[in-house]
């Protein structure tokens, strides 16, 4: 039997169709003042209800066409974990332009390397946070977006639903800043995460632990929850990880949604009685067994792990209807098609290993690569989208993740390239060569290793120093290892997988 499972078609997407008006409208409609937002702290919540978010996000709408902005442009968003920062994302989208949302933490560095790939025609920027220098467009403020709650609602802009409508900009394996570009259609693949792993209802509070500009965070904890009708609930700007569990009580989360280091973080402290909660769901990371079985023994509920990445979401998981067998990732969605393929491109055979792959059909994969024709074929093998996750399937058709084909590190749910931080970090002086590579420090726990070449040692603060100043928090290594010299490969290239034999022993 072939390591291919076919689970498709899902239903194809109504046209005209607008992403933003199908997470907001219906939900709106039926529950105008039901909770759609709840942002929360020890302190309390801002709440937002479903009238008051429409209302916000179809001004935004209005107010961005009043900047002289047409449909197609693109808006760079510069926000923190702040109302504004769905308002925009939404906003734009509703309006027919193209929003790209970004972390807070970019340096000035990072955030104008991809002001460049993304050629916004306006950024919309919070307090204090990095902007692309030269700036490239006109910059308008988050109150001034808040602000135009009030202007009468933009036109739905409705339109094919495999023209673009949002972009995420990653880490690439070159190095170099990538733009995903994904259709309005994406949002209505995100049903097949509904049923096949998030399992969130109309009745539901879901509280997701990310920053609002990770898709996982901008899908799973906002736009699918709005999408059914639930309540959305994020922590406020400066709420720790160890607050997350009185919060769930307070505020009867039914849904919690976050990667494996925050269930970690989470379970150093007492966890207390969560009678509301159904389930746990987890993505962007692997979470090792031994986090998962001290979830469930101090919560007496299951935690549903997903497969994805930016430029498919999620894929493969399991679910409370269908829980993952202990060892794998979970099972296909319902309505997609994957495959696992060997070197010629072809399904191999059930429990060999080979690379995980995405029908090109399904209508959650990513449009392209914006500007980067070259680098969106490179992805594809004939109808293939091939995600360069390893993996094998078994007899029963679950699917068992065995890593990376490539160097691409995983850092707190994020993919990060080699690249990128090993240029950043080469520009300190004193460092003749540099590698990074990801390290297991403790079991479940990984962290970026830099590995480097200089006459003398460099003090950890300094290179520490330099690597903050150049580098969002999640690319930054913490761990500092000098060496005498790099291992090579028979064609001299850097042998990264090679590098965790130079550790100190013990």
Same mark, same amino acid.
């Given at each position: 039997?072939?390591?291919? *499972?076919?689970?498709?078609?899902?239903?194809?997407?109504?046209?005209?169709?607008?992403?933003?008006?199908?997470?907001?409208?219906?939900?709106?409609?039926?529950?105008?003042?039901?909770?759609?937002?709840q942002? *929360?702290?020890?302190?309390?919540?801002?709440?937002?209800?479903?009238?008051?978010?429409?209302?916000?996000?179809?001004?935004?709408?209005?107010?961005?066409?009043?900047?002289?902005?047409?449909?197609?442009?693109?808006?760079?968003?510069?926000?923190?974990?702040?109302?504004?920062?769905?308002?925009?994302?939404?906003?734009?989208?509703?309006?027919?332009?193209?929003?790209?949302?970004?972390?807070?933490?970019?340096?000035?560095?990072?955030?104008?390397?991809?002001?460049?790939?993304?050629?916004?025609?306006?950024? &919309?920027?919070?307090?204090g &946070?990095?902007?692309?220098?030269?700036?490239?467009?006109?910059v308008?403020?988050?109150?001034?977006?808040?602000?135009?709650?009030? /202007?009468?609602?933009?036109?739905?802009?409705?339109?094919?639903?495999?023209?673009?409508?949002?972009?995420?900009?990653?880490?690439?394996?070159?190095?170099?800043a990538?733009?995903?570009?994904?259709?309005?259609?994406?949002?209505?693949?995100?049903?097949?995460?509904?049923?096949g792993?998030?399992g969130?209802t109309?009745?539901?509070?879901?509280?997701?632990?990310?920053?609002?500009?990770?898709?996982?965070? /901008?899908?799973?904890?906002?736009?699918?929850p709005?999408?059914?009708?639930?309540?959305?609930?994020?922590?406020?700007?400066?709420?720790?990880?160890?607050?997350?569990?009185?919060?769930?009580?307070?505020?009867?989360?039914?849904?919690?949604?976050?990667?494996?280091?925050?269930?970690?973080q989470?379970?150093?402290?007492?966890?207390?009685?969560?009678?509301?909660?159904?389930?746990?769901?987890?993505?962007?990371?692997?979470?090792?067994?031994?986090?998962?079985?001290?979830?469930?023994?101090?919560?007496?509920?299951?935690?549903?792990?997903?497969?994805?990445?930016t430029?498919?979401?999620?894929? &493969?998981?399991?679910?409370?209807?269908?829980?993952?067998?202990?060892?794998?990732?979970?099972?296909?969605?319902?309505?997609?098609?994957?495959?696992?393929?060997?070197?010629?491109?072809?399904?191999?055979?059930?429990?060999?290993?080979?690379?995980?792959?995405?029908?090109?059909?399904?209508?959650?994969?990513?449009?392209?690569?914006l500007?980067?024709?070259?680098? @969106?074929?490179? =992805?594809? =093998?004939?109808?293939?989208?091939?995600?360069?996750?390893?993996?094998?399937?078994?007899?029963?058709?679950?699917?068992?993740?065995?890593? =990376?084909?490539?160097?691409?590190?995983?850092?707190?749910?994020?993919?990060?390239?080699?690249?990128?931080?090993?240029?950043?970090?080469?520009?300190?002086?004193? *460092?003749a060569?540099?590698?990074?590579?990801?390290?297991?420090?403790?079991?479940?726990?990984?962290? *970026?290793?830099?590995?480097?070449?200089?006459? @003398?040692?460099?003090?950890?603060?300094?290179?520490?120093?330099?690597?903050?100043?150049?580098?969002?928090?999640?690319?930054?290594?913490?761990?500092?290892?000098?060496?005498?010299?790099?291992?090579?490969?028979?064609?001299?290239?850097?042998? =990264?997988?090679?590098?965790?034999?130079?550790?100190?022993?013990?």
């Amino acid at each position: 039997m072939l390591s291919e *499972i076919d689970l498709s078609p899902w239903p194809p997407c109504p046209a005209p169709f607008n992403m933003a008006r199908h997470v907001l409208e219906a939900s709106a409609a039926r529950f105008p003042d039901r909770m759609a937002l709840q942002i *929360i702290s020890p302190r309390g919540a801002e709440r937002w209800s479903y009238a008051r978010l429409v209302a916000a996000v179809r001004g935004c709408g209005t107010g961005f066409l009043a900047q002289g902005l047409r449909p197609g442009d693109r808006v760079l968003l510069r926000l923190g974990n702040e109302v504004a920062f769905p308002v925009a994302f939404l906003g734009a989208i509703a309006a027919g332009l193209v929003p790209v949302p970004t972390s807070a933490a970019l340096t000035v560095a990072e955030v104008s390397r991809m002001a460049a790939v993304v050629a916004p025609a306006l950024i &919309v920027a919070g307090d204090g &946070v990095a902007l692309p220098e030269p700036l490239p467009c006109p910059v308008v403020t988050a109150a001034e977006v808040m602000g135009w709650e009030g /202007l009468a609602p933009c036109a739905w802009d409705m339109g094919d639903p495999g023209r673009l409508a949002y972009a995420v900009v990653t880490s690439g394996t070159s190095g170099r800043a990538q733009a995903v570009g994904h259709g309005h259609r994406a949002i209505w693949a995100r049903g097949m995460m509904h049923r096949g792993w998030e399992g969130i209802t109309e009745a539901d509070r879901v509280l997701h632990a990310g920053a609002f500009n990770w898709t996982y965070t /901008l899908g799973t904890g906002l736009m699918d929850p709005w999408t059914v009708g639930a309540v959305a609930m994020v922590p406020a700007a400066g709420v720790g990880v160890e607050a997350l569990p009185l919060l769930m009580k307070r505020f009867d989360v039914t849904v919690f949604a976050a990667a494996q280091g925050v269930y970690r973080q989470m379970l150093r402290g007492a966890m207390p009685a969560l009678p509301k909660l159904r389930h746990g769901l987890s993505a962007g990371e692997a979470m090792g067994a031994e986090v998962r079985a001290a979830w469930e023994a101090a919560t007496g509920r299951a935690v549903h792990e997903a497969l994805g990445m930016t430029e498919v979401s999620t894929y &493969v998981s399991g679910c409370a209807e269908r829980p993952a067998l202990p060892g794998t990732a979970g099972w296909v969605q319902p309505g997609r098609r994957v495959a696992v393929l060997g070197e010629d491109g072809a399904p191999v055979a059930r429990g060999v290993q080979g690379v995980l792959a995405v029908h090109r059909g399904d209508p959650g994969v990513m449009l392209g690569y914006l500007g980067d024709a070259a680098g @969106t074929a490179a =992805r594809y =093998r004939g109808d293939w989208f091939v995600t360069g996750d390893l993996a094998e399937i078994t007899a029963e058709g679950a699917v068992v993740y065995r890593g =990376r084909a490539d160097d691409l590190m995983n850092a707190g749910g994020f993919r990060v390239s080699p690249l990128e931080v090993e240029g950043a970090m080469a520009s300190l002086p004193g *460092i003749a060569e540099c590698a990074v590579t990801e390290v297991e420090v403790k079991a479940g726990v990984r962290v *970026i290793g830099f590995f480097y070449v200089s006459d @003398t040692p460099i003090p950890e603060a300094e290179l520490a120093a330099h690597a903050e100043a150049h580098l969002a928090r999640w690319k930054q290594p913490r761990l500092w290892v000098r060496v005498d010299a790099l291992p090579r490969s028979a064609n001299n290239k850097i042998n =990264r997988r090679a590098l965790t034999g130079l550790l100190p022993k013990g």
